[in-house]
């Protein structure tokens, strides 16, 4: 029990190297780990008040994923088979970032899903391929005042998927299956596609250490990401207008937090939900107003919540005169509930009571 | 801060009393957060006038034709305004002015450059600005001025998020009154030299040439400045001075691309600079692209006002 409840920093051995650390009387977190953030490198063991460093740092590097083979080269219109993107089984791996090239300026589309969790629940991330552009950085952006902002400089804005998602290199495969469409359809294309995050590499790790990593993933086991587009492929004729809806799915609550979108040409968009007949917006708002892209998605200052089988309908009406091609992408997190835990609220319980 | 989604709270038996564990502690369960799903996300636009054009008048920094947007909120819920986006053909100036709380947020009219960005870099306000609704509608007024000298369609969208009260049962909507009445005692604002005309016209600092421009927080509020943003027809230097201390916030001159950012990436300080009421900070700008220069700055910020 003891061994349980106490931190596996705590080791009395670093205690002695604390009292050299610059700082070390001023504040620092006492918690090792904080969900969505860095690891602390430097912890304040609670019991001592003494900083030191933390032990679970030592056993967590950074990590890129990458396609095998890298890079690939997709045929004009081209739809690639499963390609895997493996890691060994050295650790976990947890992903936060996406990066992408694509030799060609219409990009390409993906599909990911992780084998090694189909049969609990999480088998894929998007209901529908999406535009890389969408779910990665790598295109460029160009702004209204701040203008063009090039490829070079794309990896210094990472597209920060909505919720890290977690790899058990245990109990999986160890590998995300991808798919890749070309959407140029005259060229050939040749891509990359890399997923960015940390190692977690628990197999090396002191059994203590092993066992907090573990803990860890456990926590992290009911949300991951997810990205929904519209239930259908999307062309809007010159000037013409199309209502498509997306549903999310009927296995979690679904978490909105970034809207994405790729088109050829602009449109006004207006979101309706489609049960309720709530309306987002009044008037139907330009895209680049509702939307943002990879490198800056538009973040949703108020997250929305779904609960399973909602449905939103978009009425899209073309700007360009022309055929516009539009891919929106909504960056999502699903948060699985588990049945027995699902507590009525009664009064007294809201958090906003005061 | 948006709601979380869930929340952990003590399970309870049929009866309502807490479940306690065996040391002693409440079990906790998961569950989902009762207020989340009547908030969501909103695009405010004014529901006649999805574009607005600005007749060509003046001249290329002069203000010139003259718009008017109403944004109206209606009856379902109350509006939490958070950010400014918007798209047009040339610059304009914009003055918001709230007829429900007689409050204009700015001193003078701000350029578009410096608080209208767009879906990919929204312009946050410093404080998020809170529309209670009551029994009926609100409105926020917004006044448009051309500067660019030409016809100049604008598009100009307020997102926020609605907090649907009305629909939501009885308890949870007594708890988002509580949670935000307190909303409206500080609002977002927009501090504008004092030296702008009343339309929003500048005096131009000629090339190579200085001026002064004086920021003050006026006698009905205290004013906490949050970010910086210029719009100029070229690059100056400049000095932030206190009036009342003679206290200079650099020991020499910033380039203003190092001090002052725009609507899509505003300039932070490293901490939120308190200016008190009717006190003033001077700033001191020399240009320096030799030629006649516009400068637009803007201090974002909210101000604190006390009701007793």
């Keep these: ?354 | 801060m948006s709601f979380a989604s869930f929340v952990r709270v003590p399970k309870r038996d049929p009866s309502g009393n807490v479940i306690f564990g065996a040391d002693g502690r409440p079990i906790e369960g998961l569950a989902v957060n009762p207020i989340k799903p009547h908030v969501r996300g909103y695009w405010l636009a004014d529901p006649n006038n999805a574009t607005l054009v600005l007749a060509a008048s003046g001249g290329a920094n002069q203000a010139g034709a003259v718009g008017e947007l109403n944004f109206l909120i209606d009856y379902q819920g109350h509006f939490d305004w958070a950010s400014i986006v918007g798209v047009s053909t040339g610059a304009f100036l914009l003055e918001f002015f709230d007829p429900g709380s007689q409050r204009r947020l700015q001193n003078r009219p701000v350029h578009s450059n410096c608080i209208v960005g767009v879906g990919a870099r929204q312009f946050r306000l410093p404080e998020p600005y809170f529309f209670n609704i009551g029994d009926a509608q609100r409105q926020l007024k917004c006044y448009l001025r051309d500067l660019s000298g030409a016809q100049n369609t604008v598009r100009l969208n307020l997102i926020g998020r609605r907090i649907y009260h009305k629909e939501a049962p009885p308890d949870i909507a007594l708890d988002l009154e509580r949670m935000f009445g307190y909303g409206s005692r500080t609002y977002a604002y927009f501090l504008v030299p004092n030296e702008t005309a009343n339309d929003g016209t500048v005096t131009s600092v000629v090339g190579n040439g200085t001026a002064s421009f004086t920021f003050e927080s006026d006698a009905s509020a205290d004013t906490e400045v949050q970010k910086l943003m210029v719009a100029s027809t070229g690059a100056f230097s400049f000095t932030l001075r206190e009036r009342a201390t003679n206290r200079l916030l650099m020991p020499n001159t910033v380039h203003s691309q190092n001090g002052w950012g725009n609507a899509e990436f505003p300039f932070y300080w490293a901490d939120t600079y308190l200016l008190e009421r009717q006190k003033q900070v001077l700033m001191d700008v020399t240009d320096l692209s030799g030629e006649t220069n516009f400068i637009y700055p803007v201090m974002a910020a909210r101000r604190l006002q006390m009701i007793p």
């Design chain 1, 1 to 354: 029990m003891a061994d349980r409840t106490r931190l596996p920093y705590a080791d009395p051995a670093n205690w002695a190297r604390t009292k050299a650390t610059p700082g070390a009387l001023r504040d620092f977190t006492t918690h090792d780990y904080i969900p969505g953030q860095p690891i602390p490198t430097w912890v304040k063991d609670p019991e001592t008040g003494l900083v030191t460093v933390n032990e679970l740092k030592k056993y967590v590097k950074p990590f890129w994923l990458t396609t095998d083979p890298d890079p690939i080269t997709l045929a004009a219109g081209e739809l690639s088979d499963w390609i895997p993107m493996v890691i060994d089984g050295k650790g976990h791996f947890e992903i936060f970032d996406a990066f992408f090239v694509s030799q060609r300026a219409e990009g390409f589309t993906v599909e990911l899903f992780d084998p090694g969790n189909q049969g609990r629940e999480r088998p894929i991330l998007m209901n529908r391929e999406v535009h890389v552009a969408t779910i990665a950085s790598g295109g460029g952006v160009t702004l209204p005042l701040t203008g063009a902002l090039p490829v070079a400089s794309s990896p210094g804005r990472p597209f920060r998927w909505p919720q890290s998602f977690f790899m058990n290199v245990v109990s999986g495969t160890g590998a995300i299956m991808a798919r890749f469409r070309n959407l140029n359809t005259t060229q050939t294309n040749q891509i990359r596609f890399v997923l960015s995050g940390r190692r977690w590499y628990h197999l090396q790790a002191p059994w203590k250490i092993a066992n907090r990593m573990e803990e860890i993933f456990r926590e992290g086991a009911r949300t991951f990401p997810y990205f929904f587009t519209t239930d259908q492929f999307v062309s809007l004729t010159a000037l013409g207008t199309s209502s498509p809806v997306l549903r999310f799915g009927d296995d979690a609550f679904v978490e909105w937090s970034k809207g994405m979108v790729v088109s050829t040409g602009n449109f006004t968009v207006r979101i309706i939900e489609t049960a309720t007949q709530k309306r987002l917006m009044e008037l139907p708002v330009r895209q680049d107003l509702a939307f943002g892209n990879g490198e800056f998605p538009f973040l949703m200052w108020e997250e929305a919540l779904f609960e399973p089988n909602y449905q939103l309908t978009f009425e899209l009406t073309d700007l360009s005169n022309a055929t516009n091609v539009i891919w929106i992408t909504l960056g999502c997190r699903k948060i699985k509930v588990d049945p027995k835990e699902l507590e009525t609220i009664r009064p007294g319980t809201s958090p906003g009571r005061p």
